[in-house]
């Protein structure tokens, strides 16, 4: 067997192992500390081969393993490879030609619904061709700029010869994926790593100096931080259901020099919540909910083949019960922010529907933020009053 051979048949041995139980990449860590002899450029190309194929989602499924494997690496690369030039060279002479060219040389068109089929699920305003076919391209890499250290941040970009995009708001940059960006910048106040449609919730906050909020699902307070970053004097209640992520809302809080907040365990769904929270009123909450994630999974494609559309009801009955549960904290006049990472309308204009049918208040702005045309993760942020 040729080295390239030997690639793909790694490839397919861990596709036909693998079974969406825990993340993908964790799953090739694993697989490769059981095969030690391979060394880092092996573990790059068959690695590559994995996820072009799962990016192709449910594209392919009648076509032999082999086959679907090298179309993935074709459909997703647009330059020459060494890998396709050795085993599909016909392929990789026309590795240049436009996505329907390519769909036309391998006899099966190349659609949305054909990668992804739940698209009459899609939130409306998705774009359902655009966002369907951005599986095939790899996300960016987003950090947002800190402190006034733009200037600094993008002099050492420079130094490093990385190749970055600054956006229009001086503070979101988009870099590529894989880019080393600890070992880049070693001053982690100067930025945060957050996808630039997450970075951009944020215009819905507008906090008041002084205010009280709540991030009630804080996870490691990637929002929160944001909103401390928009209004330092901002009192902060930071909560999660899960102990150990705001063990990490800690450390992250220290390396960005925040001090002031407090944090709580809290499950949202319990019927003794409310009782634990006393007569406490905020002026802003930021429902990021739990969600399938759907708006994230060109980050981790194999989420594609292993979701189950069941999941979508689940999650918005979650939505629901935790929107119910955090509302009557909000004082009159304050705002409901209320966020998922997912494009499915269930979880999104649904839930909307829900708070307002259920609840004085009423959307007052936003909706679905785009990402697949930039390279970046597509969420939902609406603001209530
Ligand atoms: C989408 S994540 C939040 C991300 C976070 N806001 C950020 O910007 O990094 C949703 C969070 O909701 C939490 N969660 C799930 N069920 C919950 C519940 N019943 N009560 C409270 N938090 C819950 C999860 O542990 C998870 O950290």
């Given at each position: 067997m040729t080295r390239w051979e030997n690639y793909l048949a790694s490839a397919a041995k861990i596709i036909g192992a693998y079974?969406?139980?825990?993340p993908l990449h964790h799953f090739l860590k694993a697989f490769f500390k059981e095969h030690p002899y391979m060394g880092s450029r092996d573990r790059r190309w068959i690695s590559q081969l994995v996820y072009h194929y799962y990016r192709?989602?449910?594209?392919?499924?009648?076509?032999?393993l082999n086959e679907r494997i090298l179309a993935g690496t074709f459909l997703c690369e647009h330059t020459s490879t060494d890998l396709l030039k050795a085993l599909q060279p016909a392929w990789d002479e026309q590795i240049q030609l436009p996505l329907e060219e390519k769909a036309a040389l391998l006899g099966l068109p190349v659609t949305a619904e054909r990668i992804f089929?739940?698209?009459?699920?899609?939130?409306?305003?998705?774009?359902t061709e655009a966002f369907g076919l951005s599986f095939l391209q790899q996300p960016r890499l987003f950090i947002r700029v800190r402190n006034n250290k733009l200037d600094k941040v993008l002099k050492l970009l420079q130094q490093a010869a990385v190749h970055y995009e600054v956006f229009e708001n001086n503070a979101t940059i988009a870099l590529p994926n894989g880019t080393k960006i600890e070992t880049l910048l070693p001053?982690?106040?100067?930025y945060e790593v957050q996808d630039a449609s997450s970075q951009q919730?944020?215009?819905?906050?507008?906090p008041g100096k002084n205010e009280q909020w709540w991030d009630?699902?804080?996870?490691?307070?990637g929002k929160s931080i944001l909103l401390k970053d928009q209004q330092p004097g901002v009192k902060l209640l930071v909560s999660d259901v899960r102990r150990s992520i705001l063990e990490n809302l800690q450390q992250r809080f220290a390396a960005a020099g925040i001090k002031q907040y407090e944090a709580r365990v809290a499950?949202?769904?319990?019927?003794?919540f409310p009782a634990t929270m006393g007569q406490q009123k905020f002026d802003g909450i930021i429902l990021d909910a739990p969600c399938s994630g759907s708006g994230t999974?060109?980050?981790?494609?194999e989420s594609v083949s292993f979701?189950?559309?069941?999941e979508i009801l689940k999650y918005q009955q979650l939505q629901k019960r935790i929107a119910y549960n955090v509302?009557?904290?909000?004082?009159?006049g304050g705002a409901l922010i209320y966020i998922t990472c997912s494009v499915f309308r269930q979880e999104n204009e649904d839930v909307v529907q829900y708070i307002e049918e259920n609840s004085a208040l009423r959307k007052q702005e936003g909706g679905v933020i785009a990402g697949y045309g930039q390279g970046a993760d597509t969420m939902f942020a609406v603001r209530f009053s």
């Open positions: 079974q969406g139980s825990l192709l989602g449910h594209w392919g499924k009648e076509l032999p089929p739940l698209v009459t699920e899609l939130s409306p305003a998705v774009d001053e982690k106040s100067w919730t944020g215009n819905l906050f507008r009630c699902c804080a996870a490691s307070g499950d949202l769904t319990a019927d003794r999974w060109g980050r981790t494609p979701f189950n559309q069941e509302i009557p904290f909000l004082k009159k």
